[in-house]
């Protein structure tokens, strides 16, 4: 059974940085990529970025791109998400997904397995 474990959260002050982890467990195929999304109190999921597995490429949304780095180690079947020069809107629980396609996509519900979710939490 797929499990996905996000870990890394906590509450910073606006400038800092955090990474978060995502670990695997339970694959039973090679093919896949990674996402991480976030939702803030009364908004809806959104997307952040997303790694494909085998290929390393990236995708991010455009409001994160410049500050949010996603990788991966394969040895420990872990995905990360740097997070530089975090602002408070930037407060929200982030979770990591799975998807069963080569390449990362940015729809929530093109994902199969989700995490518990980790909390972000970006003071002025």
């Known amino acids: 059974q797929v499990q996905l474990v996000e870990s890394g959260g906590g509450l910073v002050q606006a400038g800092e940085s955090l990474r978060l982890s995502c670990a695997a467990s339970?694959?039973?195929?090679?093919?896949?990529?990674m996402g991480w999304f976030r939702q803030a109190p009364g908004k809806e999921r959104e997307f952040v970025g997303g790694i494909s597995w085998s290929h390393g490429d990236t995708l991010y949304a455009d409001s994160m791109k410049g500050r949010f780095t996603i990788s991966r180690d394969y040895a420990r079947n872990t995905v990360y998400l740097q997070m530089n020069s975090l602002k408070p809107e930037d407060t929200a629980v982030y979770y990591c997904a799975l998807d069963r396609s080569i390449v990362a996509h940015t729809t929530a519900s093109r994902y199969d397995y989700w995490g518990q979710g980790t909390q972000v939490t970006v003071s002025s």
């Open positions: 339970g694959l039973t195929f090679s093919i896949y990529s």
